[in-house]
């Protein structure tokens, strides 16, 4: 098919419209995928830049406000009379005094919340006056790893009862006497989480990709829920300690559970943070995708296309051809009537082709008339093969029986002169029965026991058969004498060998067929001579089946009888082992009467 006129036209349409406008769309959707992907990476990275610089302001406003505080003259003030062993008391409570006015109006003057709290050595907070903070985990962190900007939590040191319920951030400061610069507690600027959560929330990258404020450690800043994504940061966050290179920023790509992801990174080295994204390589660039799509649909319709301009300017030359091509293979195969409807109509204008299809419709009429004229003249010829094959039987055979039974007569066997004699008797009634070509199964089993009972008696031990007879296919209708010519080339060849023959006869019913097989310990045949006995029985090859001069004649009729009788719906199974033995294995149509 790929050499007919049609494929070649659409070729050549394919060839001249296709792969210039392929080699367009591969180009364009390259370059434009590459440009699109440098700019999605680029716009990631500059707001995650965006989102590090705010953060880096806030907090660089937050130093700058605990700077002030401890620097400030009230906070000196208060610390100087704090350690002072002669400051009175009143004189230690109006500094303490003082000083939560200065934070106050800290947090008052600031638009962001900001609460401030100072905790001296030894005593409770500057609102609470308790000394639970040394317990806290900030606490903690601060004097045991240096750790000033704090994770997310909440503190009950506090001015307002509002603010020790919500979520902060911190950073810690210790707090110094200036002069002596002598350490003694700590500055806690507070700030609320939700200042940069909210912030940080916003920032998404594809549909499911997330932005996080980390420390060092992997942990959430911002109290941030990791569920799901918790094993991907830990990976994203090895692979870069191992290949990041000390840089500030940048974009790798990382695998993880079968999908591939970007992982975006932006370094906070006062603070010791890290802003870091996740996405699916796919869902960010989506857009990539969406636009390769449409150019590959583009594509597919411009072919599709093609081929129908193709076809279209091709069927008035190749239609009729590819009709006619058809009906020919029917012809070669002797299919006339399938050939007639696949024949090219002839249209009024007569062209080249019209005329070459009108001709070879004739030729097609004149050649059917011819060959079932001689078609006719072999079946009455074959006919008459087949009726004298049904009478024949071997002349030897016939001998050797009536040898037999006279041995028998002359022994005094009367019984088995009685069993040979009626045996004989069947055998005869049954092969001179011409009135149907078709007889039970269980019949022709009968006959063919009648011939080994008298074979039997011929050759005494040397002969073994197992005959096993299937109930269920007992009423089936089989060709007549399709089984003897097999069994006596099995017992033949089998006693030819040397030993003893084992022939082994099988009916039974299998699925929608009829099995018939014959098994025997013979001299068996190459593979040569079965694929010639299968070729000469082929229901093509129907001049002169029947009258094969040769080896193996009696199976070559038999598959010759039943390849004519039941045409395709007959199959055989020739297995055979040099030296071993031959398995037949005919396979029939269930015909119930």
């Not at 989102?51 to 660089?60: C, D, E, K, N, R």
């Not at 030729?363 to 006719?376: D, S």
């Not at 005869?428 to 199964?441: A, E, F, G, K, P």
């Not at 039997?456 to 089989?478: F, T």
Request: glycine fraction near 6%; aromatic fraction near 8%.
């Amino acid at each position: 098919m790929f050499y007919s006129l049609r494929s070649r036209l659409m070729l050549a349409f394919s060839i001249l419209l296709i792969l210039p406008i392929t080699a367009v769309v591969f180009i364009l959707s390259k370059e434009s995928a590459e440009q699109i992907r440098k700019s999605t990476q680029t716009s990631t990275l500059q707001t995650i830049d965006q989102f590090a610089s705010h953060v880096s302001t806030l907090l660089t406003q937050i130093e700058d406000m605990g700077n002030q505080v401890l620097s400030s003259d009230i906070t000196q003030e208060w610390i100087t009379a704090d350690l002072n062993d002669e400051s009175t008391k009143g004189e230690k409570y109006l500094a303490k005094q003082k000083l939560r006015g200065l934070l106050s109006s800290y947090a008052i003057n600031n638009s962001s919340v900001i609460s401030i709290s100072t905790f001296a050595t030894g005593e409770g907070g500057l609102w609470t006056q308790d000394l639970s903070y040394l317990k806290s985990s900030w606490y903690s962190q601060f004097k045991e790893q240096d750790v000033r900007w704090t994770q997310a939590h909440q503190d009950r040191d506090q001015a307002d009862d509002s603010i020790r319920l919500r979520e902060i951030n911190s950073l810690v400061l210790p707090l110094v006497q200036l002069q002596s610069l002598k350490d003694v507690g700590v500055i806690k600027i507070n700030y609320p989480t939700v200042l940069l959560r909210q912030d940080m929330d916003k920032i998404s990258f594809g549909k499911s990709g997330k932005a996080f404020l980390l420390t060092a450690e992997g942990l959430s800043v911002l109290n941030q829920d990791l569920t799901g994504a918790e094993q991907l940061l830990r990976g994203g966050l090895a692979t870069l300690q191992k290949h990041s290179g000390g840089q500030n920023s940048g974009i790798f790509p990382l695998r993880q559970g079968g999908t591939d992801y970007l992982f975006f990174y932006r370094r906070l080295p006062a603070q010791n943070w890290l802003i870091v994204g996740e996405v699916p390589e796919a869902e960010l660039y989506a857009t990539i995708t969406k636009l390769k799509e449409t150019l590959l649909l583009a594509s597919f319709v411009l072919l599709i296309l093609v081929i129908i301009v193709a076809l279209w300017l091709s069927a008035d030359i190749t239609k009729p051809l590819s009709a006619m091509a058809r009906a020919m293979r029917h012809v070669k195969n002797g299919q006339f009537e399938l050939a007639m409807k696949d024949m090219p109509k002839v249209r009024s204008r007569q062209s080249e082709v019209d005329y070459v299809a009108g001709v070879f419709e004739q030729m097609t009429h004149q050649l059917k008339y011819l060959i079932e004229t001689e078609f006719e003249t072999n079946l009455r010829r074959k006919n008459a093969e087949y009726k004298a094959l049904l009478l024949q039987i071997n002349p030897h055979f016939y001998n050797n029986t009536l040898e037999i039974i006279s041995g028998l007569a002359a022994m005094k066997r009367e019984d088995l002169v009685m069993d040979a004699t009626e045996a004989l008797g069947k055998m005869m009634r049954y092969s001179l029965s011409l009135d149907t070509d078709l007889v039970q199964v269980s019949e022709e089993l009968g006959y063919i026991r009648d011939y080994l009972f008298l074979l039997k008696l011929r050759y005494e031990d040397h002969l073994m058969v197992a005959i096993r007879q299937d109930s269920a296919a007992d009423q089936l209708l089989i060709a007549k004498f399709i089984l003897q010519p097999l069994v006596e080339n099995a017992v033949k060849y089998s006693l030819e060998k040397g030993g003893g023959a084992e022939v082994a006869i099988t009916s039974s019913v299998c699925g929608e067929r009829l099995h018939l097989q014959i098994q025997d310990n013979g001299s068996g045949m190459t593979p040569e001579l079965i694929a010639n006995i299968l070729a000469d029985t082929d229901l093509r090859d129907s001049v002169g089946i029947l009258n094969h001069k040769g080896d193996s004649i009696g199976l070559r009729n038999v598959l010759s009888r039943c390849r004519l009788y039941y045409g395709e719906q007959f199959e055989v199974v020739l297995d055979s082992k040099l030296y071993i033995g031959t398995t037949i294995t005919l396979k029939l149509p269930l015909i119930e009467r």
